[in-house]
């Protein structure tokens, strides 16, 4: 950045002091000048602030500067499509601001630099930024010491670049088709648009339920719903639904669309099912969604009908046991996000598990439903009424007791008989039922509940009920002999919505394989919820043909851990050792019989190490001896398996790490699923918001010509039209040709299939210490090292050349030089594996 004084001198003037006249000569004395003006350059160049200036390249996707009256720019090569080399200068632009007065020239300039748009390379710009809006700078009384003296000035503000983001996104998927796994032959997407009901968004949401729990608290919540003289309903559409019969799909967008009618026409709800289970993950895994921004984001719609999530005990949303700080910190987290009831469970009914969930919700202020989970038969005492030592409503206490039949092995008579028992014994506490329709009795099972005295059942609309999803709400308000709060001409409108958007997820429809409801549930008891990733999983391992094979070994398996309470995880756990008999053409007795030979899935081996808790009866003595090799379990029955250490942002992945403006419900995420969040953040960094999209552009692409209309924000609107794609060149790279805002667009896309036999640098890996990669594009000028060679943390390794720049690539850690990728001489990219150490 370079600043001046004009004085008024012509040009003639400067002429003729150029040709050796002096100031004398020419009539202009000290005395006589005067300032009439400012001048401010700044230099934009291609460096990356946060790594020391160091240079960047690539190709400019993008280059719009900012101009107007008082601005000059002076620039070569720059223009979209253009290559910024790593072997030349890192110039970019200059940028020549003029005004009268020193800070309206330094207003002008930041207007100029805001208006830039550079996409594709790294630029020196937000820094300027900053220098420009230092008081420091603009009072005119820097010196050399300056930049030292501020560090403020690397707290670098980045570009959201949203729409080049999306746009790259959308290319990815006209190239190499959807990014999130199908394990089936793919079905195209029908073209259609499900119709929102008509709503007035300028009203207000009536009041609902979540108005006394907000003024009143748990306590006085859980005494209203006890007092009130006629069953709730709870919507599950939200959440267990999907999960049950769309593989946990559902994107958010489609979510709030509907959101609005359902605050103000379903608005007598007790509570909407919109989170937790496996909708935590999956949101990251397939969707690319953070599953905190859902929840957030579906509060601000539904500000009236309290928000329910499944909770697995000391397990959380993911799949063992945690920490107990880190449960406790989530389950605060969600509160503060607009969660109000969580339903906690344990896969085993083990109450010590259930307590820590128990216990994290009331200290975060949410409301406690503790849940008994039902299945097999009410015959069978261990599935049926609960021992003394099982039941959850002792210890910590909860606010609501629930039962949570997974598999809608509930039926009418049993449920009578349970409802009217659990009624007897714990006479204080709301009574919540769970089911599913696996086996079509759903609504007579829930309509049996309400006559025997539940005060609140789980239902789906009607379009996304039934099979392994919850029975249907239009079908349980129309038998009802009472008011539920919600009226059937409400829940029609709400059900066409989701008749529709359900068929943008016929990619993950459960009837592919299950066309109506099946009794064989009462035999194999796969729970609801797990019935499609089942599916799914079978297909990705080969067994899609061996599917009703599966679920006979399910059943066998399930008999082998000693008929244990199924749902997540313990459910996944019988459905690996399923799926691992029809694999290896295993029977019951082979696995009994060569248990000590086998190499058991690493679920089964936890699961008889204890890490998930102890069931019922202990585990299964001969199975134990053979699955843990004739070893002692890591866990004892005696309490609760205890937590290895506490969580600390150690614990964290390195994307969570590395990004110190993370917010602090990331920081929980990946306290939780360190690599699944890792993988998250880099696709959310590389492709942004993609829950803007619409559901058949995420998962199939637009079709060419084909104009999207994207809501990033409020009163943030833009428009994509794909208009053609290339073939891939020698390189394997595509080039997609774009129009954003009638403006045309550029970017290279690697087509996965044509480019496998194109030899490309692996990338260093973020999570290995040892994987060392270029810290820029550049040359090898020298490789200090040899194979084997033993090295100390901060030795040189390799010295990279780079735009008139030469970095020395030091060890990270002490250690062997196990693998040399790159010798002197080599053209690498920016983290293009060099060395691997150990």
């Known amino acids: 950045m370079q600043c001046s004084a004009s004085p008024p001198v012509c040009l003639s003037g400067q002429i003729r002091l150029a040709e050796g006249f002096s100031l004398r000569d ?131 503000q980045a570009h959201k670049n949203r729409a080049q983001r999306l746009i790259h996104f959308i290319g990815e998927i006209l190239v190499n088709k959807s990014m999130t796994p199908l394990g089936i032959p793919e079905i195209r997407i029908p073209d259609v648009q499900p119709t929102v009901p008509q709503v007035d968004y300028t009203a207000e949401p009536p009041k609902g339920w979540r108005q006394i729990l907000v003024d009143q608290g748990p306590e006085a919540f859980a005494r209203a719903i006890k007092e009130h003289p006629s069953v709730l309903l709870t919507d599950t559409t939200m959440r267990d639904a999907h999960q049950s019969l769309l593989a946990t799909r559902v994107r958010t967008y489609d979510l709030l669309k509907i959101a609005p009618y359902t605050a103000r026409n379903l608005s007598g ?59 406790y910190k989530f389950c605060e987290q969600a509160v503060k996000s607009g969660m109000d009831i969580f339903r906690v469970f344990d896969s085993l009914n083990y109450v010590p598990n259930m307590e820590v969930g128990m216990d994290a919700v009331r200290k975060a202020g949410g409301v406690v439903e503790a849940a008994v989970c039902y299945t097999g038969d009410l015959e069978k005492v261990q599935h049926g009424l609960l021992p003394e030592d099982r039941r959850p409503a002792g210890g910590v206490g909860t606010h609501i007791l629930a039962v949570k039949d997974m598999a809608g092995l509930l039926k009418p008579a049993g449920a009578r008989a349970l409802i009217g028992a659990l009624k007897k014994a714990f006479p204080d506490h709301p009574l919540h039922v769970h089911t599913h329709d696996t086996a079509g009795a759903g609504v007579a099972t829930l309509l049996a509940c309400a006559d025997a005295g539940a005060d609140i059942i789980d239902c789906a609309v009607d379009s996304m009920s039934g099979i392994t999803s919850q029975p249907s709400m239009g079908a349980l308000v129309s038998c009802l002999q009472q008011d539920c709060g919600v009226k059937l001409s409400d829940v029609t409108p709400y059900s066409a919505y989701w008749e529709v958007a359900r068929r943008l997820y016929a990619n993950f429809e459960c009837t592919s394989t299950m066309r109506s409801g099946n009794a064989d549930v009462y035999e194999n008891e796969i729970p609801g919820g797990q019935y499609t990733n089942l599916q799914f999983q079978s297909i990705s391992l080969g067994l899609s043909n061996q599917f009703e094979l599966v679920k006979k070994k399910f059943a066998e398996a399930n008999e082998l851990m000693g008929d244990i309470i199924k749902v997540t995880p313990s459910s996944k756990i019988v459905g690996d050792l399923a799926q691992f008999m029809v694999a290896n053409n295993l029977s019951k007795q082979d ?118 209309e994207i809501h990033l924000e409020r009163g943030k609107t833009i428009y994509i039209k794909p208009l053609a794609v290339a073939e891939p060149d020698k390189t394997g790279k595509s080039e997609c040709f774009f129009e954003l805002n009638g403006q045309q667009r550029v970017v290279y896309i690697t087509d996965k299939e044509a480019s496998k036999n194109v030899t490309i640098r692996p990338k260093a890996k973020a999570t290995v210490k040892g994987s060392i990669g270029a810290p820029m594009p550049g040359e090898i000028l020298d490789v200090k090292v040899q194979l084997d060679d033993v090295v100390e943390k901060g030795q040189p390794l390799m010295v990279v050349s780079a735009m008139k720049m030469e970095l020395v690539v030091t060890a990270p850690i002490a250690g062997r030089i196990k693998t040399i990728h790159v010798g002197a001489g080599d053209k690498v990219e920016g983290n293009d594996l060099l060395i691997d150490m150990e």
């Open 269 to 327: 709800l007790l509570s909407l099912e919109c989170w937790g289970g496996a909708t935590f993950d999956v949101a990251m895994r397939f969707l690319h969604e953070c599953p905190w921004e859902r929840l957030e984001e579906l509060r601000q719609q539904v500000p009236n009908i309290p928000f329910q999530m499944l909770l697995r005990g000391a397990s959380a949303v993911g799949y063992t046991n945690y920490p107990d700080n880190v449960v």
């Open 26 to 156: 020419i009539g202009l004395k000290q005395e006589r000048i005067e300032v009439n003006g400012y001048a401010m350059q700044c230099r934009v160049t291609t460096e990356d602030v946060s790594k020391g200036f160091q240079p960047d390249s690539g190709r400019l996707e993008v280059f719009r500067p900012g101009q107007g009256i008082g601005i000059r720019l002076d620039s070569a090569s720059a223009y979209a499509g253009a290559i910024i080399s790593p072997y030349y200068d890192s110039l970019l632009c200059k940028v020549i601001a003029h005004t009268k007065d020193f800070r309206d020239c330094a207003a002008k300039m930041e207007r100029a630099l805001r208006e830039f748009r550079v996409r594709g390379v790294k630029t020196n710009i937000p820094f300027l930024l900053n220098v420009l809006r230092s008081e420091k700078f603009l009072s005119g009384t820097t010196d050399t010491s300056f930049i030292d003296q501020h560090p403020e000035l690397f707290k670098l």
């Open 591 to 708: 696995v009994i019989d060569k248990a000590s030979e086998l190499s058991f899935p690493t679920s089964v081996v936890e699961f008889f190490d204890g890490l998930i808790g102890q069931p019922v009866g202990g585990f299964p003595e001969q199975l134990a001896r053979g699955v843990l090799q004739g070893r002692q379990p890591r866990f004892s029955p005696a309490g609760r398996a205890p937590s290895c250490r506490r969580w600390t942002s150690t614990l964290c992945g390195p994307a969570c790490r590395r990004n110190s403006a993370t917010r602090r419900s990331a920081t929980k995420t990946a306290a939780l699923y360190p690599r699944v969040f890792d993988d998250f953040a880099v696709i959310r960094q590389k492709y942004g918001a993609v829950s803007k999209l619409q559901t058949r552009v995420f998962f199939q692409g637009p079709k060419i010509a084909e104009e999207l």
